[in-house]
């Protein structure tokens, strides 16, 4: 064996620095293994978004977690998050979508998430851009927001780093080892590292990485495109982070232009981050119908990433049954980057003290899915 660790974690995604940062806040000097480079991934890809207008208490939880600290970011890691308190607005236009909107803000609201109802008026007088003939009404919660993922990263990899943690960048995890059922160390392009402790978060990779030994992981990569405008003054800053729920289509401001995205649940499977531009017609289509100004925009560039979706849209965090002192932080389902404070904070818990106190972590265990203790998030874009 090369070299030992306190803990060693595979992906220098928001995920695994935010975990090396929690574990190096404890005392550990861990070691991050990121085949390129630092945030490269899907993170690098994401949209930002932050909110806490999910529909099961787990999730809520880690977003009520997550937005406390990006609130305080600056303090604890010396560094801006550059955190848009901006809100979220849900925009609902059939009658099914407003009753559930109306049963979530009642569930969301048992749990402290500040939540209003509005109706098609209301978004009118606050919002004059959007189309709202069609709207039932609207949900908005202004603590939500975004942030930018990859200033996010490298800050807890910074603050990871001056406690002693790793990041070897370009260094690809070609196996984990484990013997009798306990973890041992991996195999990577700089050698073998031995540790007691590893820690998958290697987003849509997870799977096959632990295949080997006997775990199979529930998670399917789905391709999911953003496009950015030219600068765009016809929208004012400080608009919310707008998903239309009829369409899939969602946008907010970025750097004075718009980002957009549309999710096509339709789309197959697929590891291929290449753009499809067939893609691009649909989503100015919807964006057209509900921000008629947007005809006078310009789409600047576009890109793709993968969300790493599991069957129930929550993450799989936590040990697996199979090998002691292996641990998985996967399955984001499109709300990895927001939720990323809370997993490392509990997963750091639960490596240290073999629970999580910060929020309960217990329903995404993998055992869930063995179980039949599975319970949909319904409010994924
Ligand atoms: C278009 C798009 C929009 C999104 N919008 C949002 C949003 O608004 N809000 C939100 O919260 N989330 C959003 N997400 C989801 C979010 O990006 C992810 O949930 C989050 O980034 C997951 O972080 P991660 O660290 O697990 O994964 P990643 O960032 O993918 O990191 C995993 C890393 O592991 C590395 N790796 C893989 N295999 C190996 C190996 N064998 N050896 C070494 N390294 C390896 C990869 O290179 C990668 O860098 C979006 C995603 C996409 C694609």
Not at 39 to 44: A, F, K, P, Y
Request: aromatic residues 10%; hydrophobic residues 45%; contains cysteine.
């Amino acid at each position: 064996m090369r070299e030992r660790a306190d803990a060693l974690i595979i992906g220098g995604g928001v995920i695994g620095a935010s975990i090396a940062y929690n574990l190096a806040l404890r005392g550990l000097k861990p070691v991050v293994f990121e085949r390129s480079l630092l945030g490269s991934g899907n993170t690098g890809r994401s949209a930002g978004g932050i909110r806490a207008q999910f529909t099961t208490e787990v999730n809520i939880r880690l977003s009520l977690y997550s937005i406390a600290f990006f609130e305080r970011f600056r303090e604890a890691l010396g560094a801006d998050a550059e955190f848009h308190r901006v809100g979220y607005l849900f925009l609902a236009t059939t009658p099914e979508h407003w009753k559930h909107f109306q049963d979530r803000v009642a569930f969301q609201r048992r749990f402290g998430v500040q939540v209003s109802l509005l109706t098609a008026k209301e978004v009118t007088a606050r919002w004059p851009f959007l189309r709202a003939d069609d709207l039932r009404g609207a949900t908005f919660s202004d603590r939500d927001g975004f942030a930018g993922p990859y200033e996010v990263t490298v800050a807890f990899a910074n603050a990871a780093k001056q406690r002693g943690a790793v990041f070897q960048e370009q260094a690809e995890v070609g196996g984990i080892m484990a013997e009798r059922g306990v973890v041992t160390g991996l195999r990577t392009s700089l050698g073998d590292f031995s540790s007691n402790v590893v820690v998958v978060a290697a987003g849509p990779e997870t799977p096959e990485l632990v295949r080997p030994l006997g775990i199979e992981v529930p998670v399917v990569p789905y391709r999911r495109h953003l496009y950015m405008t030219e600068t765009f003054p016809d929208i004012p800053d400080g608009i919310p982070f707008i998903i239309d729920s009829g369409t899939g289509l969602y946008f907010r401001k970025e750097t004075g232009g718009l980002m957009l995205g549309m999710v096509d649940k339709t789309d197959p499977p697929t590891f291929s981050m290449n753009v499809d531009d067939g893609y691009l017609e649909k989503l100015v289509e919807a964006a057209l119908m509900r921000v008629p100004v947007m005809e006078k925009a310009n789409i600047l560039n576009g890109w793709a990433g993968l969300y790493d979706t599991t069957p129930d849209h929550h993450a799989i965090l936590g040990r697996v049954d199979e090998v002691r002192g292996l641990y998985l932080a996967v399955g984001f389902s499109g709300h990895g980057f927001m939720h990323s404070p809370a997993v490392g904070a509990a997963l750091s818990e639960l490596i240290l003290d073999g629970a999580s106190r910060c929020v309960n972590i217990d329903a995404l265990s993998m055992n869930r899915f063995a179980a039949g203790a599975v319970v949909e998030e319904t409010n994924v874009i």
